[in-house]
């Protein structure tokens, strides 16, 4: 389609307006991140560092235990991605090929579950689990973000599995293959990408995650990389703007490549499970 | 057609004919259970025991057992006036993050859909809002919001406009800067949303309107958004629950101060429920919550199914 000169110019300068409100609050931090003491207390800050250094990051390692959140972090976003894509799988491929009434309430609670405030939730949750003796515990967080990723993976999974032509699976029965056959040796093959991509979506999805963390754990030796995050910000609201920046950048580093990595897989199957249900 | 109708058709239409009957739904039953257990026991349990909760005087660390004490949270949420007031704020607040983020996302979608030089550029750049710990875009955007050390004061002093505020800690600039940052955070899923829901539309559509005369406002109207209006109300209303429920964002810039003026609903019923341990009153609030949503997305609903006939 044609688009007049002066049509081009203005979408290019749209396009650059929008490039620019979605690039500099990130390339503020980064510079923040590397500028030496001397320039964060300047009056008046320049884009880039002049004299770039690393010693913001060394004092957040300093100051808070960033390392051992960040293990905690892993461990839990590691363990409820494995977990929750496990048992989300096979659920995801009965919504996705039997309309039955199972079916259909599950499909429900996927969208309902949207809805709920996560106090209404939590509160309850939060008794049971300290019944349980598992507040302030990583098990108990990866139990919680079980629960929370399914939703969302069951939503991708559908999509995937509808991705998959019923013809191949009708057709390795028609051979003889049995259901299980059928499924570990037709199915799942096709389905791996995208179940790599929805674990990949619930790793970043945990890793990220704040309120749940920040009600669960209550010493700092448990907490996640965003809890941590939180105490470079003091009571008054006072923040230590170079360290706070490097741990900041820090924690954003992983979910950046990952999703970097997977971010059309993700589009791809959260659009297949909204547009085809 | 679907496996399983495919072979019990057969199962009855030639009995033995594949060695017997499979068993078929036992087989669905043992796929299904691994996630409905943990869904029925940690999630849609709690929600009925948090509604429960919401009629009891039920306390964090407390001895004595919990009461029932029937509607006695609700009516006192009627007379709390902060908790209507934070409540407004949540409107305030997802009206003013959700408006503004659609119609953005819906501009750059309609820029990403056309042939440009630097698509690959905002594609790329839209990662990193979406891909980013909501903590992080807090932390981010009060480090741009900062008094002395932020671009943005700075950049306002270049152009001779005013010198150095402090955004979040004002009380008539608090909300305003922090939905600035919803809408930052928010938008790049609800583009690619959209753009998805552009590439939809054929093509040729668009061309025979244009060979038609048809201007790019018209072709807009009369092709573009009939197709993407499905879409568009989908991500909107959930946009707008998401906005509404959200916690760690403003959690971070504000804490939902200065003076309550950014402490939206889910902050207020944290702050009851685990910092004064009032685990009734603040699950009484969730429902609340809920139900308010609820009444408003059906309303919305309503409008849409009146608006067209499509889906």
């Known amino acids: ?277 | 057609m679907t496996l399983v109708t495919a072979t019990k058709r057969s199962a009855q239409g030639a009995p033995g004919a594949d060695g017997g009957r499979r068993p078929v739904d036992h087989g669905a039953w043992f796929l299904v259970l691994p996630a409905l257990i943990p869904i029925l026991v940690l999630s849609v349990g709690p929600l009925l025991y948090g509604i429960l909760l919401a009629f009891t005087d039920a306390q964090s660390g407390r001895t004595r057992s919990t009461q029932w004490i029937g509607t006695l949270n609700f009516q006192d949420l009627l007379h709390d006036t902060l908790f209507w007031e934070s409540f407004r704020i949540g409107l305030v607040w997802a009206v003013g993050v959700t408006v503004p983020q659609f119609l953005l996302a819906l501009g750059l979608a309609l820029l990403l859909n056309q042939d440009l030089k630097l698509r690959w550029l905002a594609r790329a750049l839209a990662i990193i809002p979406w891909a980013m710990p909501e903590v992080v875009v807090g932390v981010m955007w009060r480090l741009v919001y900062s008094p002395d050390a932020g671009v943005l004061n700075e950049t306002l002093r270049d152009l001779g406009l005013g010198d150095g505020r402090d955004w979040l800690s004002g009380l008539g600039t608090a909300l305003p800067a922090v939905i600035v940052v919803g809408v930052w955070a928010g938008m790049p899923q609800t583009t690619v949303a959209l753009l998805a829901g552009l590439q939809n539309t054929p093509r040729e559509l668009h061309e025979a309107a244009a060979m038609d005369g048809a201007g790019a406002w018209r072709r807009f109207r009369t092709v573009t958004w009939p197709a993407l209006r499905p879409v568009a109300f989908a991500i909107t209303a959930l946009n707008f629950i998401w906005n509404f429920n959200s916690f760690a964002l403003v959690y971070v810039l504000t804490s939902g101060g200065p003076g309550g003026r950014t402490r939206l609903p889910m902050l207020f019923a944290y702050e009851e429920a685990f910092r004064y341990g009032q685990f009734g009153y603040a699950a009484a609030m969730g429902c609340v919550m809920v139900a308010l949503i609820s009444v408003l997305l059906a309303l919305f609903l309503v409008g849409r199914l009146r608006g067209g006939d499509d889906t």
């Open chain 1, 1 to 277: 389609m044609r688009t007049s000169t002066g049509g081009r110019i203005g979408q290019y300068a749209a396009l650059l307006a929008y490039l620019v409100f979605l690039a500099l609050p990130f390339l503020w931090l980064v510079s923040i991140a590397f500028k030496s003491p001397r320039e964060l207390g300047s009056l008046h800050p320049t884009w880039f560092p002049q004299e770039p250094t690393l010693d913001n990051f060394r004092q957040a390692f300093d100051e808070q235990p960033l390392l051992r959140a960040a293990g905690n972090s892993l461990l839990a976003a590691l363990g409820a991605a494995l977990i929750a894509v496990l048992i989300a799988t096979p659920l995801a491929y009965v919504m996705a090929r039997h309309r039955t009434r199972l079916a259909k309430a599950a499909t429900g609670w996927v969208v309902v579950s949207q809805a709920f405030p996560l106090v209404l939730v939590i509160i309850p949750l939060f008794l049971v689990l300290k019944n349980l003796g598992l507040i302030n515990s990583l098990p108990g967080l990866v139990l919680v973000y079980v629960v929370w990723a399914l939703p969302f993976s069951l939503w991708m999974l559908v999509g995937y599995v509808r991705a998959v032509p019923a013809e191949l699976e009708e057709a390795a029965a028609v051979d003889g293959a049995g259901r299980l056959r059928t499924l570990v040796s037709v199915t799942a093959p096709l389905l791996a990408p995208g179940i790599v991509a929805t674990a990949l979506f619930a790793f970043i999805t945990a890793w990220n995650e704040f309120f749940f963390a920040l009600v669960l754990l209550k010493t700092p030796e448990k907490q996640t990389l965003p809890v941590v995050l939180t105490h470079f910000i003091g009571a008054e609201g006072v923040a230590d703007l170079g360290p706070l920046a490097a741990a900041a950048f820090l924690a954003t580093l992983p979910s950046l490549v990952v999703f970097a990595i997977i971010q059309r897989r993700i589009t791809g199957g959260m659009l297949t499970g909204a547009v085809k249900s």
